[in-house]
T-cell receptor, first 117, second 115 residues
Framework: GAVVSQHPSRVICKSGTSVKIECRSL??????MFWYRQFPKKSLMLMAT?????????EQGVEKDKFLINHASLTLSTLTVTSAHPEDSSFYIC?????????????FGPGTRLTVL | AQSVTQPDIHITVSEGASLELRCNYS??????LFWYVQSPGQGLQLLLK??????LVQGIKGFEAEFKRSQSSFNLRKPSVHWSDAAEYFC?????????????FGTGTLLAVQP
């Protein structure tokens, strides 16, 4: 149980376009979802936390107008990278949790590799 | 503020040798502690976790970790490394209580395994 999927696994887009990444909890209801960004050979950096039906809470330094997060249902959160630039190229990972899980444990998706040309 | 330190950026061990990956944390109370493994281009796989109770935690793939409060450490160990263990390993700390359960990750340790 506690499976999280992401789609797409890889995406290549042109500079200036917008890209949407989906994160789904497949077998549980995710009251909270998290979005992370990972640069090559670096650790995971938390970008934002979203609770279902509420606006996302962004970490310091993350542009909320650049990285739009929607958590409209208990099984789906989306991250939209708007007006993408090459420096947005990265590996984006989501995680999901539910308060009913012991200690609010997070379950991670497989990640999405974004390349902006 | 919470923080996690993994002092070793890169470790190379021979196949069959023992392994210990270090993790130190800074937190005002006893945190939740996790070890994850990541293969190239892949997501995170949970190896083990500590919430409370027995300070020696057993995980998957033959890994274990020991929580030492006095040293603020949660080192990962494996008695005999296999070539398939080559990957990046991340230690993470989570806050107890509160409305959110953010994780803070260490910078990772890249493990190479020599034949």
């Amino acid at each position: 149980g506690a499976v999280v999927s992401q789609h797409p696994s890889r995406v290549i887009c042109k500079s200036g376009t917008s890209v949407k990444i989906e994160c789904r909890s497949l077998d549980f209801q995710a009251t909270t979802m998290f979005w992370y960004r990972q640069f090559p050979k670096k650790s995971l950096m938390l970008m934002a936390t979203s609770n279902e039906g509420s606006k996302a809470t962004y970490e310091q330094g993350v542009e909320k107008d650049k990285f739009l997060i929607n958590h409209a249902s208990l099984t789906l959160s989306t991250l939209t990278v708007t007006s993408a630039h090459p420096e947005d190229s990265s590996f984006y990972i989501c995680s999901a949790s539910n308060a009913s899980h012991a200690y609010n444990e997070q379950f991670f998706g497989p990640g999405t590799r974004l390349t902006v040309l | 503020a919470q923080s996690v330190t993994q002092p070793d950026i890169h470790i190379t061990v021979s196949e069959g040798a023992s392994l210990e990956l270090r993790c130190n944390y800074s937190y005002g109370a006893t945190p939740y502690l996790f070890w994850y493994v990541q293969s190239p281009g892949q997501g995170l796989q949970l190896l083990l976790k500590y919430f409370s109770g027995d300070t020696l935690v057993q995980g998957i793939k033959g890994f274990e970790a020991e929580f030492k409060r006095s040293q603020s450490s949660f080192n990962l160990r494996k008695p005999s490394v296999h070539w398939s263990d080559a990957a990046e390993y991340f230690c993470a700390v989570g806050a107890r209580g509160g409305a959110t359960n953010k994780l803070i990750f260490g910078t990772g340790t890249l493990l190479a395994v020599q034949p």
